[in-house]
């Protein structure tokens, strides 16, 4: 089991940047926070959570949804256990709570943060 505490979200006009980060404890699953895949998730207001992006366990392989790709960049910090995800030219349907998650194995961890909220207005 994976604890995490999202930071950073505000708001911001489009086409600016924020920069998430993420906090994890990963005591109680008895695994160090590097042997996790990492992601980040949203959840725009009436609608479902998606995936945002995901970092593998040493940072070498990340990946996005489409509709990030080329602005988002998640990075990950073992050391610290913190996962970032640096977000730039932001667009109003960017606007949704923004969720860390933790992955052993195949399956996301079913205990969620609170998230962190992000509003870009247009």
């Known amino acids: 089991q994976v604890q995490v505490v999202e930071s950073g979200g505000g708001l911001v006009q489009a086409g600016g940047s924020l920069r998430l980060s993420c906090t994890a404890s990963t005591r109680a699953s008895g695994r160090p926070f590097s042997t996790f895949t990492m992601g980040w998730f949203r959840q725009a207001p009436g609608k479902e959570r998606e995936f945002v992006a995901s970092?593998?366990?040493?940072?070498?392989?990340?990946g996005y949804a489409d509709s990030v790709k080329g602005r988002f960049t998640i990075s990950r910090d073992n050391a610290k256990n913190t996962v970032s995800l640096q977000m730039n030219n932001l667009k109003p349907e960017d606007t949704a709570v923004y969720y860390c998650?933790?992955?052993?194995?195949?399956?996301?961890?079913?205990?969620w943060g609170q998230g962190t909220r992000v509003t870009v207005s247009s």
């Open positions: 998650n933790a992955k052993y194995g195949s399956t996301w961890s079913t205990t």
């Open positions: 970092i593998l366990t040493t940072g070498t392989r990340t």
